[in-house]
């Protein structure tokens, strides 16, 4: 692949979805808005051009030059919201040729549409969004708050095995499968520990699967119309939701919509009357004991959305799934839907798009503001142009290349026993282009919307895949609750919990606090404050500042301030030197305070006089 060595100039311009540079975020169909163009004040720039693409013609529009001070110029031009979806790029005309801008970046070649900035007519996202800081709950090993509910043998089996209460954190006898290993977690015991969780700043839950099922992660459903029993019942979750009201706080229910359980009597239907209406929910291969499955597990049949009478009855129906539990005396705040790149996927059939678009319009009719989130492991770019969901658990733009970063590149994958591995530090020139490329695929309002994380249920706890390291796990923290986007922790990080033999992410919350790291939780605690209290952070644009080999920094800017992030990974301190950061339009004489430590510092020569920074994050407020 040809390459081109840009000139450093370009790394003055800078644009983003933000207040600063685009004066409606959510515009209405005719609207017309601001688009603006940070760039260094003596460069070889001599005039840029906002490039359009109406009705599928390519448009030009000079800018003009607006505000400048000692460091920056400001290029504006206004912009006719005149198409559901708007996109545009810069060209940049100068001394030393002809550049191009997008939201990938400056570039030599002639760019593609899809990295394009996009502007979303008449969107309209959840508001509530822009406060929120999620809490994910894994209900049986969260809190057990009415034992009389845990299951017993008794309640049902699977094959020759049957299902098993353990005291709290106790080790399990050998042979005892996994699904079946129970601890009597509940939505009682959600409730009483409402008070730690507004202690610690939380206003969002996520609740992995609460509906009945015949496992500990209920990813099995039997029954999309009532809550587990060995949870509470339907009459907990109403309890529940009471509760969150009192303190303001809002809750996501994990629906399963790709496959059901086995013993799901809509497939026991199917299996038992080749004449039966559900016939058509499932895809047999040889009637009735071979089927299609999620990756092959025959617990799992998959369901078949070439079904109109399904579509019907998960989101289309007044009383569909999907609708019910947005309604009260439920009122869930949105859902989080399992395995939401593979819904509508089959072989030949590939209506997932249509699926997710369905859902969509069921969930915003019944609930305008409900969150509508995906799983998703990949690139879900083209499910989130503001047609499907408002966001996705973004592994791939955040959570894998931050991981890579940390620890090397580490990757696994279904149908393989081993991982793909290198022993050499992934570069962190490849995380930033990484995450850049996923920003730059959506529509910055959508981009606001993804869920961030570090670990969950599926996955290694981030304290684990750090090996322990208190100062890298602190460093992805920072990274994630103040890049852009919905931060989500994991029942227990606060508090240091790593992964255990038998159980990996899964295992018992830890309530005896004399066990828990009470700095690390404090250090949550003040995040989350930020996070919540913090307009920047909130809605503020991204701009990459540095990249060295073990560290870069970015800030988050808007209308309110600046915020800067500087992040280190070596276990050698990065030596003390100036951090560049005049190419962000900062002025001499800008002042910042570490939030934590309390240390300024003060901008001197287009730059931060950087001490030695040791491994992890510092975050930089800036101070007027």
Known sequence: MTSFNLPLWLQTVHH?????????????????????LRVGKNTALKRPYLRTFPDGEQAFTAMKLGAED???????????????????????????????????GPTAQLPLDYTDFRILADYNPPGWLETAVF??????RFANGNPDTNPQPGDFAQHTHRPQTYLWGQPVREGQPFPLIFYGGDLPGIIKKLDYLQKLGINALYLNPIFTAYS?????????????????????????????????MRYLLDIVPNHCGYWHPWFQKARANINAAELDFFTFTDYPDKYHSWLGVKTLPKLDYRSQELRRRIYESGDAVFRRWLRYPFAADGWRVDVANMLGRQGATQIGEEIARGIRQAVKETRPDAYLMGENFFDASAQLQGDQWDGVMNYSGLTLPLWHWLRGF????????????????????????????????????????QYNLLDSHDVPRIRTTVNGNDA???????????????????????????????????????????????????????????????????????????????????QREGEDGRILVIAHRGETPRRAAPLPVVHGGILDGARFMEYFSGQEMVVIHGSLPLSDHAQGATLWLETR
């Open 16 to 36: 983003d979805g933000s207040a600063i540079y685009v004066s409606k975020l959510y515009p209405r169909l005719g609207d017309t808005v601001r688009v603006r």
């Open 70 to 104: 000692t460091v920056v110029r400001w290029w504006e031009a206004d912009l006719l919201v005149n198409q559901p979806t708007v996109h545009y790029r810069f060209i940049l005309e100068a001394e030393d040729g002809v550049w191009f801008y997008t939201a990938a």
């Open 135 to 140: 809490y994910q709950i894994f209900p049986d």
């Open 216 to 248: 500990n992660h209920k990813y099995d459903v039997t029954d999309y119309d009532h809550v587990d029993p060995h949870l509470g019942g339907d009459a907990a979750l109403i309890a529940l939701r009471q509760m969150l009201d009192e303190r303001r």
């Open 410 to 449: 580490d990757q696994g994958a279904h149908g393989i026993s081993w991982h793909i591995q290198s022993s050499q530090p992934w570069p962190t020139a490849a995380l930033v282009s990484t995450c850049q490329r996923h920003l730059a695929s959506i529509p910055w309002a959508v981009a606001l919307q």
């Open 472 to 554: 890298l796990h602190r460093l992805a923290v920072v990274v994630q609750f103040t890049y852009p986007g919905v931060p989500g922790l994991y029942y227990g990080d606060e508090i240091g919990m790593m992964d255990e033999d038998g159980f990996e992410s899964r295992g018992c919350m830890i309530w005896d606090e004399a066990r828990w790291d009470h700095d690390l939780l404090d250090f949550y605690r003040r995040l989350i404050k930020l996070r919540k209290e913090s307009p920047v952070l909130a809605r503020g644009g991204l701009q990459m500042l540095v990249v060295e080999r073990d560290t870069f920094a970015y």
